[in-house]
């Protein structure tokens, strides 16, 4: 069955750690998409890809980095964590422009 | 630039009661508008989508008019149920090739109790 995968959905780790959130879908999408969702649930664009070896930017600044190697993941990493990191991590896949996005369940990150 | 706003919550409704969460937009192109659920610990699901003006996108009792006129995506249900107590998010996306990403609304918290 088609579908967007994230590891761990929980995960709480000491500042000054590196990790790096796994995203792997099997739908065959060129784009993928790392939202961040604040506490109040508005979602904020942090890195998109169009492509393999492509990686770009989103709305919100983020000290964390991405890489698309293979069509089908998309980890995201941040090097050295901080409790302002602490917050929910959305991964999302999609077609082209009138078939939305499907997203992962999501990890929710806490900065001890 | 393309923008979505959709009425604050949380609102709070009895079971059975109608419902309407309304969305307006603002777009440079001609957009698709979506509307999203997310249920709680849980990521977005898609829950319907309109393409052109005047369609109606429809799913598990829940409606949004594609409105140009107006520029609105409003989401209506007829009878709601504790079941649909969760998150419920408006967007829209310019162009057909994918290549810009979509646009959401803060979105909007629903309760509804027995």
């Known amino acids: 069955e088609a579908d967007i995968y994230q590891t761990p959905r929980y995960l709480v780790i000491g500042t000054g750690k590196k990790i790096t959130l796994e995203c792997s879908q099997t739908?065959?999408?060129?784009?993928m998409y790392w939202y961040q969702q604040d506490p109040g649930m508005e979602l904020h664009l942090i890195h998109y890809s169009y492509g393999v070896n492509s990686t770009e930017k989103g709305d919100l600044s983020s000290e964390s980095t991405v890489s698309r190697i293979r069509t089908e993941h998309f980890p995201l990493t941040l090097e050295s964590a901080r409790p302002s990191h602490t917050s929910q991590y959305l991964c999302?896949?999609?077609?082209?422009?009138?078939?939305?996005?499907?997203f992962g369940s999501g990890t929710r990150l806490t900065v001890v | 630039g393309d923008s979505v706003t959709q009425m604050e919550g949380p609102v709070t409704l009895s079971e059975e009661a109608f419902l309407t969460i309304n969305c307006t937009y603002t777009?440079?192109?001609?957009?698709?508008l979506f509307w999203y659920v997310q249920y709680p610990g849980e990521g977005l699901q898609l829950l319907l989508k309109?393409?052109?003006?005047?369609d109606k996108g429809s799913n598990k009792g829940f409606e949004a008019t594609y409105r140009k006129e107006t520029t609105s995506f409003h989401l209506e249900k007829g009878s709601v149920q504790v079941s649909d107590s969760a998150v419920y998010f408006c967007a829209l996306r310019v162009g057909n090739s994918g290549n810009t990403p979509l646009v959401f609304g803060k979105g909007t918290r629903l309760s509804v109790i027995a």
């Open positions: 739908m065959g999408h060129d784009k």
């Open positions: 309109a393409t052109k003006a005047d």
């Open positions: 999302a896949s999609g077609g082209q422009g009138s078939s939305g996005y499907t």
């Open positions: 777009a440079t192109g001609y957009p698709s």
